[in-house]
């Protein structure tokens, strides 16, 4: 069949992406599902920083690459061996699927899943297989989603039924940044009720750690941005303070809001000084958490003595350490219920010819969590 991708031709092109289009929109082949393999309708993907982050280089992949990874649809048509899935089920899709049999995954570490790791290394499908060809070529797929497109075709593995009640707009948001940010926070964090919380880092997946941590029942949950205006949003969702990193004393400061340090900080930034911020706020005998990506040349340098003496913990947080088909039914009530607003996030929706411009938007830091819209709906500016 013949569906639209955003085509990643070459990486590093300089910015504004308006100028220099490092995403083309083109008509590809796309093979039926094979054994294990769905098609799926999109209705909407997100735009995430890992994305920009393959575009702009900062983390290489082979190309040419049909981009995307955080996505919700329609299954259209399931290939052999699928008995979980049926056509007309909506899904979340995810960009990192559990095998079910590697020693990570009978751990009940899915994201951990070794031949999920070695798939996106190679841009195929769990299976090993590629189903989508240009002219030919054989094309590479985005962490097994390759989510902007009209159609895609994806292992069964990398999907999650929800309830169809659910906004399919909506519900792409819950296949990453939501996974990841609230996952992290609740996870990761093992966050109780009463206990304090920062999150540094206000993006997307920050803020859905932020929800996650008001619905938990922390006190007080700190906001950390260096960008005034995702400050002031963090307050509107319901953070009880909210700081600028930079400022002077900032790190004293949330000392004495915390009576010494907060329980949890949660690193979503991708940046290392944001990470030692983090690890800087938490108090003795806390935990900070890392989700974020920075660049891999990016040191993190801490006191040794200080894990020791002051018995933090420090951890890293991948997909959230989210089981994916317990999790996001589990978020997505909490997003029906009000709870998680997680709606909120959406600044943007655009169309796939305009993605460029969703592109630079997200690096000029002037959105939170834009949406691509497959349907007829008309996006907003």
Excluded: W
């Excluded at 108090?283 to 801490?302: F, M």
């Amino acid at each position: 069949m013949k569906t639209r991708i955003a085509l990643l031709r070459e990486m590093g092109l300089p910015r504004p992406y308006t100028d220099s289009k490092p995403l083309t929109v083109v008509e590809v082949d796309l093979d039926d599902p094979g054994p294990g393999e769905m098609c799926v309708k999109i209705a909407a993907a997100g735009l995430c920083h890992s994305d920009l982050s393959v575009i702009n280089g900062d983390r290489p992949r082979a190309t040419p690459l049909a981009l995307g990874h955080e996505a919700a649809g329609v299954v259209e048509s399931v290939g052999d061996g699928v008995t979980r899935f049926a056509p007309g089920d909506h899904v979340v899709l995810v960009f990192a699927p559990s095998c079910g049999h590697c020693l990570p995954c009978a751990e009940g570490r899915p994201a951990l899943c070794e031949p999920a790791a070695v798939a996106a290394g190679d841009g195929s499908l769990l299976s090993g297989a590629k189903r989508i060809t240009l002219d030919g070529r054989t094309i590479d797929h985005h962490l097994g989603v390759s989510a902007f497109s009209d159609r895609v075709v994806v292992d069964q593995c990398s999907a999650v039924k929800i309830d169809p009640a659910i906004p399919l707009e909506q519900a792409a948001l819950l296949g990453c940044a939501v996974l990841t940010g609230a996952g992290a926070t609740l996870h990761s964090g093992d966050l109780r009720p009463g206990q304090s919380c920062a999150i540094v880092g206000l993006g997307g997946v920050g803020l859905s750690g932020l929800m996650a941590a008001l619905a938990a029942g922390a006190n007080p949950v700190i906001a950390v941005d260096l960008a005034q205006d995702k400050r002031d949003f963090a307050m509107k969702l319901g953070a009880h303070h909210a700081i600028d990193p930079t400022e002077d004393g900032a790190i004293e400061r949330i000392k004495e809001l915390t009576g010494g340090g907060v329980d949890v900080a949660v690193e979503l930034a991708g940046a290392s000084v944001a990470l030692r911020f983090a690890y800087d706020i938490v108090k003795r005998g806390g935990t900070a958490v890392t989700a974020g990506l920075p660049h891999p040349s990016d040191d993190l340098s801490i006191p040794a003595t200080s894990l020791t003496v002051s018995e933090k913990t420090l951890r890293g947080s991948y997909v959230g350490s989210c089981v994916p088909v317990r999790d996001i039914p589990r978020f997505a009530r909490l997003m029906q219920a009000g709870t998680m607003p997680i709606e909120q996030l959406m600044t943007h929706r655009l169309k796939l010819d305009d993605i460029n411009l969703g592109f630079e938007r997200l690096a000029a830091g002037d959105a939170i969590r834009q949406v691509v819209l497959f349907d007829d709906a008309e996006p907003s500016a």
